[in-house]
């Protein structure tokens, strides 16, 4: 039987829940085009989950169109490619952009596409021991159902699928739900750049139905949020700020911790059946807010 990488970053994962008692969870944010918002709300969610007093990484995994560093307004020196080139260790390019908060930036050039999948899994499985003490890991995903972004989502505890209000946007949506649905029992959908609540819940029911219809496997898709069309989101990104720290107040920012509040929720009630997890401090830190 071959082994695959997503087969190795997998087994690395849960060798690592096993015996080291893993804490950290992984959570992918993807979508089925580009162009959504993705990589936005990847910076903005992760920050919200450090705000509700969480040790949070962010790791920009969209191989070849990194930007993750532009949006939170640093200058990254090294990245994955200085790691896939054997000149820095996978510790050494990670960012600490405030306390408990940190990036691992990816690279937007084309040279990190000579690399292939197989080494950057690699680099990556050996830093998972270096960030064991985050209690989150964000990664932000390329667009689409190619090979090395499935690897990363059937690695991780959970995935975030992105859709915005657009029929191209809503069919790659379903496209990407019904590959994760070969090896997930459960998606979280993010409505984006709607209107408002009737036309995310429509939007999800679409996709919801299609879904049911269609698919045989029997897979959860659970909208965990939406966030309004707003200008300042895109201000923000022009800014090269998060909208979440800069605007706090504003009705995207709230509900955006919404959704981070929402997700270490579910986390929390799902540690607390995974005992090996070790997170059973995210119960007290939930409480406060």
Known sequence: MVTTQADKLQELIKNQ???KKRHTKFIA?????????????SANLAYSLHKLGFKVGVFDADIGLANLDVLLKVNAKKNILHVLKGEVE???????????????????????????????FDRFAEGLEYLDDLDFLV???????????????????EVLVVVAPEPASITDAYAMI????????????LLNQVDNQKEANSIYQKISNVAKNNIQNDIKLQMIGYLKKDNLVQ???????????????????????????????????????EEETGLGRFFKKILRF
Not at 106 to 111: L, R, T, V
Not at 235 to 264: G, H, W
Request: no cysteine.
């Open 235 to 273: 201000k923000s990104t022009v800014k090269r700020v998060l909208f979440v720290k800069d605007n706090p107040f504003s009705v995207v920012s709230e509900q955006i911790m919404n959704i981070s509040k929402k997700i270490a929720q579910i986390l929390e009630r799902k540690v607390l059946m």
């Open 90 to 120: 996978f510790k050494d390019i990670v960012l600490e952009i405030e306390k408990d908060f940190y990036l691992i930036p990816g690279d937007s050039g084309d040279e990190i596409l000579k690399y292939g999948d197989e080494l950057l």
């Open 17 to 19: 829940a096993q015996n």
């Open 139 to 157: 990664i932000d995903t390329g667009a689409g159902i190619g090979k090395e972004v499935q690897t990363f989502l059937n690695a991780v505890d």
């Open 178 to 189: 019904k590959v994760l649905s070969e090896t997930r029992s459960r998606i979280f959908l």
């Open 29 to 41: 944010i993807t979508s089925g085009k580009g162009g959504v918002g993705k990589s936005t709300i």
